[in-house]
């Protein structure tokens, strides 16, 4: 009778250090998951703020040889500079005016169908693991 008592004990101990073991494993994978996570979102921000730079440099660069070269056409900088300033108040207006109905749903349509495709990425790595 006292064998069985032991027994029981040591599943018990023994139940108690899996567990135990189970836990620290499981906090461990959680710590390593975010942590990747969180490096991904920082890679994802830095390369895209390198993106956007170099795209508005691009934009800025481009926006002046434009007007310099109208400014040769038109024999003057201010017509020149003039003319670009008129080319950016209609593209404004445009996008004012069709915003909502174009410009915003492809936006919200773009984020939405990224985000799915992250979760379905997500998916198919804890599928693999």
Known sequence: M????????????????DAKSY?????EYTRLYLVEKISKIFAD???????AICFVLAFLFGTFTLALFLSDLLGSYTRGFGCVALIYVFLALIVYYTKEKYIEKAIINFTIRNYFNKLADKDEEDKKI
Do not use: F, M, P, S
């Not at 836990?23 to 906090?27: A, G, P, Q, S």
């Not at 921000?45 to 993106?51: D, E, Q, R, S, W």
């Open 2 to 17: 006292e064998e069985n008592h032991e027994n029981k004990e040591k599943g018990i101990e023994d139940l108690y250090e």
């Open 23 to 27: 836990l620290d494993t499981r906090v």
């Open 45 to 51: 921000l830095v390369t895209n703020a390198v993106v």
